[in-house]
Nanobody, 124 residues
């Protein structure tokens, strides 16, 4: 499944960014959309997931700061990030899979395609 994450950049602590995930060539509304991140020197971790019905799930580290959403008419997923801090600095990736969100977020099932990530840097 071709994927493209975008919207990253440099932001000051406390700032916000909105990431976008463009997904091509599938029955989008059936797929769970998940966001991951990988900070330098660290393992890739699940950040958030939204299933086809719109149910959302978040890692504890981003709960109440990040909001995941999707637009099934445009084959797009989004991650609105607020109250960013330096610990959020990472390359962010999206994935689309026919898998339950809890399996995706925990990486119990690893996505078959990561696509190209987008870099987020939180720094003053």
């Amino acid at each position: 499944v071709p994927l493209q994450a975008s919207g990253g950049g440099l932001v000051q602590p406390g700032g916000s960014l909105r990431l976008s995930c463009e997904v091509s060539g599938l029955s989008f509304h059936y797929y769970a959309i998940a966001w991951y991140r990988q900070a330098p020197g660290k393992e890739r971790e699940g950040v958030s997931c939204i299933n086809g019905a719109g149910r959302t799930d978040y890692a504890d580290s981003v709960k109440d700061r990040f909001t995941i959403s999707r637009d099934n008419t445009k084959n797009m997923g989004y991650l609105q990030m607020s109250s960013l801090n330096p610990e959020d600095t990472a390359v962010y990736y999206c994935a689309a899979e026919l898998v339950q969100c809890d399996h995706l977020l925990s990486l119990y099932i690893r996505p078959s395609n990561w696509g190209r990530g987008t870099k987020v840097t939180v720094s003053s």
